[in-house]
């Protein structure tokens, strides 16, 4: 069992920067694939970015590429999504979800395990 805990939410400007953290219990995190997923009222949730268990391979929504960055370090059992650039279509609540499998996906249905969300809003 995982429980991931996310962290670094609020409230900004367009054009502002938020680091999110994902903090996950166990012993077995370095082994798990992990992903970064919103959900903004009214609409689906949605894929952000995405990360390899080592770290080595990410992936991103075109809607954030070139302005968020996702990570990881194994050593402290979190992820993280640097934000940059923030613009009032990225408010959702974010979302960071594990998957018992060490590569990247996309994909919501092929992660186990969800945290609780936290909530960013950017201000026009």
């Known amino acids: 069992q995982v429980q991931l805990v996310e962290s670094g939410g609020g409230l900004v400007q367009a054009g502002d920067s938020l680091r999110l953290s994902c903090a996950a219990s166990?012993?077995?995190?370095?082994?798990?694939?992990m992903g970064w997923f919103r959900q903004a009222p009214g609409k689906e949730r949605e894929f952000v970015a995405t990360?390899?268990?080592?770290?080595?391979?990410?992936y991103y929504a075109d809607s954030v590429k070139d302005r968020f960055t996702i990570s990881r370090d194994n050593a402290k059992n979190t992820v993280y999504l640097q934000m940059n650039s923030l613009k009032p279509e990225d408010t959702a609540v974010y979302y960071c979800?594990?998957?018992?499998?060490?590569?990247?996906?996309?994909?919501?249905?092929?992660?186990?395990?969800w945290g609780q969300g936290t909530q960013v809003t950017v201000s026009s």
């Open positions: 990360i390899s268990w080592m770290g080595g391979s990410t």
């Open positions: 979800a594990a998957r018992i499998n060490p590569y990247t996906s996309s994909v919501p249905s092929e992660y186990t395990y």
């Open positions: 166990g012993r077995t995190f370095s082994r798990y694939g």
